[in-house]
């Protein structure tokens, strides 16, 4: 199988605007980011649709595809990059891998994790899911909820907190059952990419603003890694604060 990464990174994030240009570590996040996958795969792409990220990627050397400004989602952005880079690189590629660019530490034994997962010839999509240890994950609507079936496949994603445990105070819940919080990283086999990002938005994508509900709506299976590490994403001005003080610890 031939893999790719793809970075889908935007400058005119509505939170924090720029964002994948900010300095971690000295270096430009997006920079982070790439050379985090450049560690798993051979071929990693940039795709973006500003100018400034576009320069900056060319800056340390990385290899980047321009895109629409119109895209709601990564995953909208990578299958309109795929088909860019096919042209570009002559080649074709299996599985693409959607890398947040807002996770400058993403840990390379993820994505090996979401790499085995194409193992099984069935696997249309493949995400992570991560076991919750603490409460404020479990209320927190902006850490999204996954309930998976006994073959390890997504049977829905929510900001609420699922599953509800009935006759059992909210305090104890994390004792009670076995909860997970979605990780936000996909990898898609390439001719399902190009068809979900073609299908409408869905009632229960709307209401929760998940993209992926669209998938199990219509039908797609999405494929269940487990990772112990922890997500360190990057959504806020504030989230960045916290992350340079973790890197001073």
């Known amino acids: 199988m031939d893999l790719i990464a793809i970075i889908p990174a935007r400058y005119a994030s509505t939170r924090f605007p720029g964002k994948p240009l900010v300095s971690i570590n000295g270096k430009p996040m997006i920079q982070n980011v790439y050379e985090?996958?450049?560690k798993v795969f051979d071929s990693v792409f940039v795709a973006t649709d500003d100018e400034r990220i576009e320069n900056c990627v060319k800056n340390f050397n990385g290899k980047v595809v321009m895109t629409k400004k119109k895209h709601k989602s990564g995953t909208d952005r990578c299958a309109e990059a795929i088909q860019?880079?096919?042209i570009s690189e002559n080649k074709t590629f299996d599985i693409?891998?959607?890398?947040?660019?807002?996770?400058?530490?993403?840990?390379p034994e993820q994505l090996l994790q979401l790499k085995k997962c194409f193992k099984q010839k069935s696997t249309q999509i493949a995400t992570l899911v991560k076991h919750i240890n603490n409460q404020e994950d479990i209320i927190n609507p902006n850490k999204p909820k996954v309930i998976i079936n006994k073959k390890d496949e997504a049977i829905y994603f929510s900001r609420s907190i699922i599953p509800y445990i009935r006759g059992v105070n909210k305090t104890k819940w994390i004792t009670s059952n076995k909860f997970y919080k979605h990780v936000g990283l996909y990898a898609y086999r390439k001719d399902i990419l190009l068809e979900i990002t073609k299908l409408p938005q869905s009632n229960l994508?709307?209401?929760?603003?998940l993209e992926q509900l669209r998938w199990i709506e219509n039908g797609y299976k999405i494929k269940i890694a487990y990772t112990e590490h922890e997500s360190l994403s990057i959504d806020t001005p504030s989230d960045l604060e916290q992350v340079k003080q973790i890197i001073l610890l």
């Open 36 to 38: 985090q996958a450049c």
């Open 205 to 209: 994508e709307v209401a929760e603003s």
């Open 96 to 107: 693409i891998f959607n890398i947040q660019g807002d996770e400058p530490f993403i840990n």
């Open 84 to 86: 860019k880079i096919e």
